[in-house]
């Protein structure tokens, strides 16, 4: 994955469960249950660092949910 702000490569830093979470991914952890977990609880968070240092979090759930989540139009 290319960083979205330079557009050079990234690196996953680290991967975390909501469950499994440290006090410093708090927000991040919220933000993607407000995005993801009305759907389901079976998502990843990683946190991705890009060679110029810019980071960013993303989630990671299935296709079948992301698939779902679409089709009742509240992704």
Same mark, same amino acid.
């Given at each position: 994955?290319? !960083?979205?702000?330079?557009?050079? @490569?990234?690196?996953?830093?680290?991967?975390? $469960? @909501?469950?499994? &979470? @440290?006090?410093?991914?708090? =927000?991040? /952890?919220?933000? &993607?249950?407000?995005? &993801?977990?009305?759907?389901?609880?079976? /998502? +990843? +968070?990683?946190?991705?660092? !890009?060679? %110029? =240092? $810019?980071?960013? $979090?993303?989630?990671?759930?299935?296709? %079948? %949910?992301? %698939?779902?989540?679409?089709?009742?139009?509240?992704?």
């Amino acid at each position: 994955m290319n !960083c979205t702000r330079c557009g050079n @490569p990234s690196r996953v830093t680290d991967t975390r $469960h @909501p469950g499994s &979470a @440290p006090r410093t991914w708090i =927000g991040e /952890i919220k933000r &993607a249950s407000e995005s &993801a977990t009305w759907y389901t609880s079976d /998502i +990843v +968070v990683r946190r991705r660092v !890009c060679t %110029d =240092g $810019h980071a960013w $979090h993303t989630i990671e759930l299935s296709s %079948d %949910d992301l %698939d779902q989540m679409v089709k009742e139009g509240r992704t």
